[in-house]
DNA sequence: TCAAAAGTGTTTATAATACACCCATGG
DNA sequence: CCATGGGTGTATTATAAACACTTTTGA
């Protein structure tokens, strides 16, 4: 046996899901009903035990497609919590991972298979362990990446109006945002198509529809946005 | 048996440090050559096992701790690293953590006893498993921390002059500052006490010393800097 | 004809950057 | 008396924020 590595110190180790989707309203949480203990009938985040040959990543893109189906999706981790008696029944430490969906795309039975609901963030139920502490976390995360690269097209149709984008940074933002202001932006950035089709549903005039460039979008990503002084 | 946790899923949890420290000079980083297998004479991290009992912070603070015999330094949690076989004995997870201490500050015998040693961010050898990434990590981490919030004092002795900050600054940033933009953008921080003594070494006129205002710098830490549009 | 949402530019304020000279002192 | 690093302020540019009216068309 080599040094340090003592058997008694193996632990499990889980993946917790903050799965955020958007919905032209509201930027929701997709949260589990457990059928199962421990805490069975409380609400949590989709989660799972890492496999012993598996990386986070893969266990977190696993527990996402099990739960939604979708594949491809955006996932970053974000922190690992590591409180001693999180989880009452055994030690396990636990890494988020936050991926953000268009709430319209995923398959509804499998949602309802494991009791799931979406959630406004102001309506989310206490949840179990320190999964709240996770979700927490998660927005604060997901604002300041919003404000920063041109993440969040993954919330929308394929093609969509710039109120719609618009719709989208104020909520997650939760903040109101100048409709002029806000276009010179985004204009600036160069990553949109403006398509000659328009969207005739919200309004009598109707608006015209964007796509998003992929290439373009990529540099950006890439890119350090910050980084001053 | 509760349904998922499976014993065999249990694994061991590692955590690494990257441990900055500043010396009037250069931004450096402290390694340790191993004398232990596996990858027994080359340059590492420090690291340690999690203990069954002990929270990642904790344990982050005990490797430190026991290298360089500090305490109440600022650590923060970095990037959890699991590929499956980044560790050739056994499966294990790694939680990396850096911190930022006064090269002066620490303890001589206690680096000696581990084969520690300071190298400049530009001469760090091959580290072995995946160390070279948690230190690139760390140190994109580190750019972007000091380039919106005031972190960084922990690298200079309690009194310092102006040129000292910029050079830190400079150093971490790897970018030249212009000296009165970077007062005046200090300055407008008001985060710091001007003292009537002045640093004779560095020059024949002499240069003020300054001091930090804890209260005042914590109130910045708190507050969040970026969070445009 | 009017209600409801779309579309469009300019002005102002704030923040970042560029830039050059005098000062004090020990050797 | 001069070499060395210390100290200081303003003008320019770039970015962000504030702001109001006209257009379209289905009901």
């Known amino acids: 046996m080599m040094v340090g590595y003592n058997p008694d110190d193996k632990i499990f180790h889980a993946v917790d899901c903050i799965i955020f989707g958007f919905n032209d309203e509201d930027l929701k949480v997709l949260l589990i009903q457990r059928d199962f203990e421990p805490e069975k009938g409380k609400w949590s985040l989709m989660g799972g035990f890492l496999k012993k040959v598996e990386t986070l990543d893969d266990a977190a893109i696993r527990i996402l497609n099990r739960l939604t189906g979708m594949q491809n999706i955006y996932m970053e981790q974000l922190y690992t919590f590591s409180e001693v008696n999180r989880d009452p029944v055994e030690r396990t430490i636990s890494t988020s991972y936050y991926a953000i ?115 373009k979008y990529d540099e950006k990503q890439t890119n350090s946005f910050y980084l001053k002084l």
């Open 101 to 215: 969906i268009n709430i319209e795309k995923h398959n509804e039975e499998l949602i309802e298979n494991y009791n799931a609901k979406w959630f406004s963030l102001s309506e989310v139920p206490n949840l179990i362990f320190d999964h709240n502490d996770m979700l927490d976390k998660a927005i604060k995360r997901l604002r300041r990446r919003t404000s920063i690269s041109p993440i969040g097209f993954e919330l929308l149709p394929e093609k969509f109006t710039m109120r719609q984008l618009q719709k989208l940074y104020e909520t997650i933002l939760d903040k109101e945002l100048d409709k002029r202001n806000f276009i010179n932006k985004i204009n600036s950035m160069d990553i949109l198509i403006k398509l000659k089709e328009k969207d005739m549903t919200s309004s009598t005039k109707g608006s015209f529809l964007f796509q998003f460039e992929k290439a």
